[in-house]
């Protein structure tokens, strides 16, 4: 009986252990070039009329 617990117990501790895995593969990028998904806000931005907007409430805070 006190074997069987030992077993069970250490297939315990390996299986939460298991899930505390990390990757440790690096990415390198390249400065200055953005490679990650498109932002689909960027499209807006492109509007004049937005932007404008956008300058304007932001006017004030522009010292922070």
């Keep these: 009986m006190r074997r069987i617990m030992t077993i069970a117990c250490t297939v315990g ?6 899930g ?7 990415t390198l990028y390249e ?20 932007r404008q907007d956008l300058d304007q409430r932001f006017a004030g805070q522009r010292d922070r």
């Design 20 to 26: 505390c895995y990390e990757s440790t593969s690096v």
């Design 31 to 50: 400065p200055g070039e953005y490679k990650g998904k498109q932002d689909p806000l960027l499209e807006k931005l492109e509007d004049s009329e937005l």
């Design 13 to 18: 501790i390996c299986l939460a252990l298991s």
